[in-house]
DNA sequence: CTTGAACCTATAGCTGCTAGAGGGAGTAAA
DNA sequence: TTTACTCCCTCTAGCAGCTATAGGTTCAAG
């Protein structure tokens, strides 16, 4: 049986993480010692493995809930976690093309600036005016994915 | 003078994001009407293009309030404002690398996933040991980026 | 037996908005 | 003038996914 310390540092998860993803419920209530303090069994330890690697992968905590619950009845088709793992990569490739775009921009804009002072500032300039880019970069909604 | 509604449909940005980035002191406070509305100018309405285009590009509100204030003293060097851009644009192609890999896993987990049963599912198995993994692929804080 | 690290709960904060409640202001027709 | 309608106002709470802080308890080592 692990402390929650040790779990922590045995996945790479933070102490208020893992108590977090068992407020949430996406581990389930940890077994406690005499003195109220969580134990952790080798299950656990898998589980919030799983977990953090997901995370790793960009899956949120919603898809990651649901692919647990799917893990955890191996009797079931998998064409449900097939779906979740495709529409994750579609929305990193969506993010991959929507991040080239803001890249070309960035670029063009530090090339260009060889002014000295703000007046003749390139950056500054290009942010004033949508139209001295090239691409039809991504509105506000996308850009901070 | 324009209300708010107009400001926002001209600009594309929303009437409350409006109104939040005022109170995050972004926007200047808006003279009002007799009827306590909000009126804003035409310099109101460039600031706040300023504003949207940047963060169509990714820039965070703290980048932004840095770069208005930049903008608004034009006979400061502009270096300060090239090393924004600067490290916006570094930060977009470390997500960039950070996604390519996650691209990859994700292909590989859905390509390879042929059972039709949980019990045998590539998705499930990769997301429970990272060592099926081919790249290094990033750490929790950089994923949902 | 004392120190100090690791644990506990509960609450508030972070970014960048968005949604809702409960009302006032402005315009145009009936 | 009343009604109807849309826009506007403030204030508060909520979203993801944690992170930090306060104030207290437990555990292992020396």
Known sequence: MLTIGKLGTSTGVKVP??????QIGLLPEAERSV???RLYTHKA????AF??????????????????SLSDDPDQPCAAADAIAKAQLAEVESRLARLTALKTELERMVVQCAGDR?????????????????TNHPTIDDAGQ
């Open 17 to 22: 993480t893992i108590r977090y993803y068992e």
């Open 35 to 37: 003195g109220n303090q």
């Open 45 to 48: 330890h898998e589980r919030l």
């Open 51 to 68: 977990i953090r690697h997901a995370r790793e992968l960009g899956f949120s905590l919603e898809a990651i809930r649901d692919l647990l």
């Open 118 to 134: 703000i007046s003749d500032c390139r950056v500054i300039e290009v942010l004033g005016d949508h139209s001295l880019c090239v």
